[in-house]
C-alpha cells in the first residue's frame, strides 16, 4: 500500500524558484497563513509545485523572521561547540540561534566551518607536536 504521491509529478515545475512564484507564495500566506494544508496551497494560489516545495520554500527561504547572509564569529562559535559535543543535530544548533534555519546552518558547516575548525585542530596538533619535540630535544641535551 503505502502513501499516495502528494503531487502528480509530471505536471509538477522543478527548479529554482521565480520571484514572481516567491512573491505569489509570500502574498497568500501573509494574507490566509498556511492553514496547514501544504498539499493543497499551490493550486489555490495557482503555483505549479509540489506542497512540499512549497513547504521548504516558506520555511527555509521566505518567511520574515529568517536572517539572511554572513554568520557573526559569536554565531561561528556556538555551532561549533554545539557540534563538538551533540554533532550534527541541525535542528537543535538552530533552536539555539534565532532566525537561522537547521537548513543554511548545515549548507554553511558543510561550505565553510568544517574547514574552519579543522583547520585550527590542524594548527593545534602541529603546535603540540613542535611543543613535545622541543622539550624532548632539552631532555636529550640534559642527558648528554
Known sequence: ?????CCDKANVKRGPWSPEEDAKLKA???????GGNWIA???????????????????????PNIKHG???????NIIC???VSI??????????????TDNDIKNY???RLKKKLLGKQRKYHQAQ????????????????
Request: charged share 30%; aromatic share 8%.
Open 1 to 5: 500500500m503505502g502513501r499516495a504521491p
Open 87 to 100: 554533532g550534527s543535530r541541525w535542528s537543535i544548533i538552530a533552536a539555539q540561534l534565532p532566525g537561522r
Open 41 to 63: 496551497l499551490p493550486q489555490k494560489i495557482g503555483l505549479k509545485r509540489c506542497g512540499k516545495s512549497c513547504r521548504l520554500r516558506w520555511l527555509n527561504y521566505l518567511r
Open 129 to 144: 607536536a613542535r611543543r613535545v619535540s622541543g622539550q624532548m630535544k632539552q631532555e636529550m641535551k640534559r642527558e648528554t
Open 109 to 111: 558547516w558543510n561550505t
Open 28 to 34: 497568500y500566506i501573509e494574507k490566509h497563513g498556511t
Open 81 to 83: 561547540s554545539l557540534y
Open 70 to 76: 554572513g554568520f557573526s564569529e559569536a554565531e561561528d
